[in-house]
């Protein structure tokens, strides 16, 4: 928040929470109160509202209001604080996020490490960027974390993500994901084809960060404290992911070739063979459809010298992309007389994938990927 308009809202706060002890500041946060005398209700602490109002251009007005568990953070079990953040105390602004991803050997499953949780807990997570929701198996036993908060029903994070379910979780022990009043995600397992309904809940993520052209060693918080939304899982939606991993990032899917559904693959592959007419030809491989003697197939540092294939994709605002695949991301070896373009045909679309052209791992590896939000 601006410096100016921080000054005025905590000000304000601060005289509306007068019935509540204070206790001193912790890290950013400059209010900070005793939670011994703070009641709890349905949606977190007893506190004072904070209401927004806003107006755009055509002088409309926003009303939003934040009370509970979304204006207050628990640092520990004694000391809740207002979570606002003067902006002048957080003056390094990366402009990017990064996320350095490794291959497991066995699975071929891509693995990445994100620390979440208060105290911080270093966490490797599957990558999937076919998945809907970062979500974690948030086992009580082992998800211990000050900062973790439920989604209530009706929420603006709840609207962020993306469902109008609400569970009502009865329980006398004090499990993460078991609450009242809760809002809800479907998680799957794109593996198992296993899926289950669990609690949007907040907690703290913090990533490395990248400042212009140089990775810094520092780590941020990705948004606003305790406010990284995931999904809550059951520890049985883990089974076929990465022995010891323990969490599924939303974000490849452990396909390796490029798949199309619901689209002649024939197209495709016509096309191709029309522009490899100089390579020649040799009998087909397993799934793949065109394969080539290697032996006159030049040899570049991208990989074999072959055709390039340029994916053009629009989205719904009719921005278009541009992806091309050629060298490593469009053949592979089958052995060391043969390759074959590295484009399978799906039949018919499952409802294990949301989209009618899987790009998999082949093609995503060794590339950044940029992801604009």
Same mark, same amino acid.
């Given at each position: 928040?601006?410096?100016?308009?921080?000054?005025?809202?905590?000000?304000?706060?601060?005289?509306?929470?007068?019935?509540?002890?204070?206790?001193?500041?912790?890290?950013?946060?400059?209010?900070?109160?005793?939670?011994?005398?703070?009641?709890?209700?349905?949606?977190?602490?007893?506190?004072?509202?904070?209401?927004?109002?806003?107006?755009?251009?055509?002088?409309?007005?926003?009303?939003?209001?934040?009370?509970?568990?979304?204006?207050?953070?628990?640092?520990? *079990? *004694?000391?809740?604080?207002?979570?606002?953040?003067?902006?002048?105390?957080?003056?390094?602004?990366?402009?990017?996020?990064?996320?350095?991803?490794?291959?497991?050997?066995?699975?071929?499953?891509?693995?990445?490490?994100?620390?979440?949780?208060?105290?911080?807990?270093?966490?490797?997570?599957?990558?999937?960027?076919?998945?809907?929701?970062?979500?974690? *198996?948030?086992?009580?036993?082992?998800?211990?974390?000050?900062?973790?908060?439920?989604?209530?029903?009706?929420?603006?994070?709840?609207?962020?993500?993306?469902?109008?379910?609400?569970?009502?979780?009865?329980?006398?022990?004090?499990?993460?994901?078991?609450?009242?009043?809760?809002?809800?995600?479907?998680?799957?397992?794109?593996?198992?084809?296993?899926?289950?309904?669990?609690?949007?809940?907040?907690?703290?993520?913090?990533?490395?960060?990248?400042?212009?052209?140089?990775?810094?060693?520092?780590?941020?918080?990705?948004?606003?404290?305790?406010?990284?939304?995931?999904?809550?899982?059951?520890?049985?939606?883990?089974?076929?992911?990465?022995?010891?991993?323990?969490?599924?990032?939303?974000?490849?899917?452990?396909?390796?070739?490029l798949i199309t559904f619901a689209i002649r693959i024939e197209v495709v592959t016509e096309a191709y063979s029309e522009a490899s007419r100089g390579i020649e030809r040799v009998p087909s491989v397993a799934t793949f459809q065109l394969c080539y003697s290697s032996k006159n197939v030049s040899s570049t540092p991208f990989g074999s010298g072959v055709p390039f294939i340029d994916l053009v994709l629009q989205n719904e605002r009719n921005q278009i992309m541009y992806s091309r695949f050629w060298g490593n991301s469009s053949m592979v070896r089958v052995n060391d007389d043969v390759l074959c373009l590295e484009i399978v045909d799906g039949g018919v679309r499952s409802p294990r994938?949301?989209?009618?052209?899987?790009?998999?791992?082949?093609?995503?590896?060794?590339?950044?990927?940029?992801?604009?939000?």
């Amino acid at each position: 928040m601006d410096s100016s308009i921080y000054k005025v809202v905590t000000e304000a706060y601060s005289e509306a929470s007068r019935g509540i002890e204070r206790v001193p500041s912790v890290a950013t946060f400059q209010l900070c109160y005793s939670s011994k005398n703070v009641s709890s209700t349905p949606f977190g602490s007893g506190v004072p509202f904070i209401d927004l109002v806003l107006q755009n251009e055509r002088n409309q007005i926003m009303y939003w209001r934040f009370w509970g568990n979304s204006s207050m953070v628990r640092v520990n *079990d *004694d000391v809740l604080c207002l979570e606002i953040v003067d902006g002048a105390q957080t003056s390094f602004r990366p402009n990017a996020l990064i996320l350095k991803v490794t291959k497991d050997p066995c699975t071929l499953q891509y693995l990445t490490r994100i620390t979440q949780r208060a105290p911080p807990k270093l966490i490797d997570f599957v990558v999937d960027l076919g998945g809907r929701y970062l979500w974690v *198996d948030c086992d009580y036993k082992d998800y211990v974390s000050s900062s973790y908060r439920p989604v209530p029903c009706g929420s603006a994070g709840c609207a962020l993500a993306g469902n109008n379910e609400c569970g009502q979780c009865y329980s006398s022990s004090p499990i993460s994901d078991c609450n009242l009043n809760t809002c809800l995600v479907r998680p799957d397992n794109t593996i198992t084809y296993n899926g289950t309904g669990g609690e949007v809940s907040y907690d703290i993520v913090t990533l490395q960060s990248m400042n212009g052209s140089t990775t810094t060693s520092k780590e941020v918080n990705v948004s606003v404290p305790a406010e990284f939304i995931f999904g809550c899982s059951a520890n049985f939606l883990l089974d076929g992911l990465v022995k010891g991993v323990v969490r599924r990032n939303g974000w490849s899917r452990p396909d390796k070739h490029l798949i199309t559904f619901a689209i002649r693959i024939e197209v495709v592959t016509e096309a191709y063979s029309e522009a490899s007419r100089g390579i020649e030809r040799v009998p087909s491989v397993a799934t793949f459809q065109l394969c080539y003697s290697s032996k006159n197939v030049s040899s570049t540092p991208f990989g074999s010298g072959v055709p390039f294939i340029d994916l053009v994709l629009q989205n719904e605002r009719n921005q278009i992309m541009y992806s091309r695949f050629w060298g490593n991301s469009s053949m592979v070896r089958v052995n060391d007389d043969v390759l074959c373009l590295e484009i399978v045909d799906g039949g018919v679309r499952s409802p294990r994938f949301k989209t009618s052209i899987v790009i998999g791992g082949c093609q995503l590896e060794e590339i950044l990927l940029e992801f604009l939000t």
